[in-house]
């Protein structure tokens, strides 16, 4: 968990630095009296840190290696274990007015693993608020290669104008899963990795930026 909160760290010094910009070049909330719903779409990127568990075991394909292989490579424990994120975000913001808080209802897309040669996508549905300084917390289901868990976020959201600028922290806890998971059906395994593979999936913690731009109807 240090990484974790390292993370966080990270997260909060990044905000700090940015509040100081004048509020007068960067407004929060910044749409018509009269919208109630508002939709936002873009692009996300960032970094996974994933924890010892089977899912760090797949990152690091110990799932192709034998015995003599791994002892040679991991025989001391896994290497500190992360995976690139690309993917996109769609948003619904309800009850915009100009209020103090507004409803969010967000939907992410991520592809992870393609600097390691792997296809690993994921899905997470979240609903949460945001506050009219740009604060967010939001939680929900997250659907990925390891199988069903929840997610939980909270970041900062800079606007200008129309344009959006959100900085993301996620968690996701560790699970204890099948030992049949999903990347185990569709990656080939070898019989001494279905011998050592853990029954925990290790929690993962996702650090994205991105930018959204508003969509009226």
């Given amino acids: ?52 568990g089977s899912s760090a075991q797949f990152l690091n394909r110990i799932h192709e290696m034998d015995s003599l292989q791994y002892n040679s490579e991991f025989g001391n424990g896994l290497p500190l274990t992360y995976t690139t994120q690309y993917g996109w975000q769609w948003e619904s913001r309800f009850a915009d007015t100009g209020g103090p808080v507004v409803g969010l209802v967000e939907w992410v897309a991520l592809i992870g693993g393609m600097e390691k040669g792997l296809f690993l996508p994921s899905f997470s549905s979240l609903v949460g608020v945001r506050s009219k300084k740009g604060f967010e917390f939001a ?45 185990g059906d569709v990656l080939e395994s070898s019989d001494y990795f279905d011998q050592i593979k853990e029954r925990d999936t290790g929690f993962r913690v996702t650090v994205s930026v991105g930018f959204n731009l508003q969509t009226q109807d």
């Fill in 1 to 52: 968990m240090k990484q974790f909160f390292s993370l966080c760290l990270f997260v909060v010094s990044v905000q700090s630095g940015l509040a100081q910009f004048p509020e007068d070049s960067w407004g929060f909330n910044d749409v018509p009296e009269n919208s109630v719903v508002n939709q936002m779409s873009g692009p996300r990127f960032g970094f996974t840190y994933v924890s010892e």
């Fill in 139 to 183: 939680t929900g289901p997250n659907l990925s290669a390891s199988g069903l868990a929840f997610v939980f976020a909270m970041g900062y959201n800079y606007t200008k104008g129309d344009l959006n600028l959100p900085i993301n922290i996620a968690l996701v806890p560790s699970k204890q899963g099948p030992r049949n998971s999903v990347l």
